[in-house]
């Protein structure tokens, strides 16, 4: 199970940290990535990080979000910097036993229920 918390509004240019709380299954075994679908158009992966602590990000937040992991309490974080109304989106966790699935455009095995960011200009 993969529950995302830490959501909501901000205002352009502020910060907001996401965490997703993993149970079920054995964190060390898994990579972690976040993805976000913005209204009206196809979800996108934006982050992800792999067992060994590497970590991807997608052009457009390359620079402003940063993604970690804390094993011990099974858990991971997408911290958003300088955030811009083009963030605006539902924000997914999700897990796959493969960091390629992240980094190819396939769809992880695990998935999050979503949590709201909305950045106003």
């Known amino acids: 199970q993969l529950v995302e918390s830490g959501g909501g509004l901000v205002q352009a240019g502020g910060s907001l940290r996401l965490s997703c709380a993993v149970s079920?299954?054995?964190?060390?075994?898994?990579?972690f990535g976040w993805f976000r679908q913005a209204p009206g158009k196809g979800r996108e992966a934006i982050a992800c990080?792999?067992?060994?602590?590497?970590?991807y990000y997608t052009d457009s937040v390359n620079g402003r979000f940063t993604m970690a992991a804390d094993n011990a309490k099974n858990t991971v974080y997408l911290e958003m910097n300088s955030l811009k109304p083009e963030d605006t989106a539902v924000y997914y966790c999700?897990?796959?036993?493969?960091?390629?699935?992240?980094?190819?455009?396939?769809?992880?095995?695990?998935w999050g229920q979503g949590t709201q960011v909305t950045v106003s200009s």
């Open positions: 999700a897990a796959d036993a493969w960091v390629q699935t992240f980094t190819s455009g396939g769809s992880p095995d695990h």
């Open positions: 079920g299954f054995v964190f060390d075994d898994f990579a």
């Open positions: 990080i792999n067992s060994d602590g590497s970590t």
